[in-house]
Nanobody, 115 residues
Framework: QVQLVESGGGLVQAGGSLRLSCAASGSIFRVNAMGWYRQAPGKQRELVASITSGGSTNYVDSVKGRFTISSDNAKNTVYLQMNSLKPEDTAVYYC?????????WGQGTQVTVPS
């Protein structure tokens, strides 16, 4: 059984930084990509950043230059370094791991940036 355990969320003042981590345990057949999504109250879940097994990254425009996604493929762990946080970054952040046959989700971690 695959489990994704997220950590690193919290409350931070505008301009501050947080680092999210997500570790996948269990057997995943050939991880193709890992990513972070977020969902703010009343809004749809959106892709924030993703990274393929080959290291290619993709970011939503609103976080480019502020957030950095990285991964440790040997440990099936993905990170999201978030700098220069803004109130509009407030959301529940979800880790996603996409294997060849399945997609897995973490339980979510709250990030709050007060205005």
């Amino acid at each position: 059984q695959v489990q994704l355990v997220e950590s690193g969320g919290g409350l931070v003042q505008a301009g501050g930084s947080l680092r999210l981590s997500c570790a996948a345990s269990g057997s995943i057949f050939r991880v193709n990509a890992m990513g972070w999504y977020r969902q703010a109250p009343g809004k749809q879940r959106e892709l924030v950043a993703s990274i393929t097994s080959g290291g290619s990254t993709n970011y939503v425009d609103s976080v480019k230059g502020r957030f950095t996604i990285s991964s440790d493929n040997a440990k099936n762990t993905v990170y999201l370094q978030m700098n220069s946080l803004k109130p509009e970054d407030t959301a529940v952040y979800y880790c996603n791991v996409r294997g060849t046959f399945d997609s897995y989700w973490g339980q979510g971690t709250q990030v709050t940036v007060p205005s």
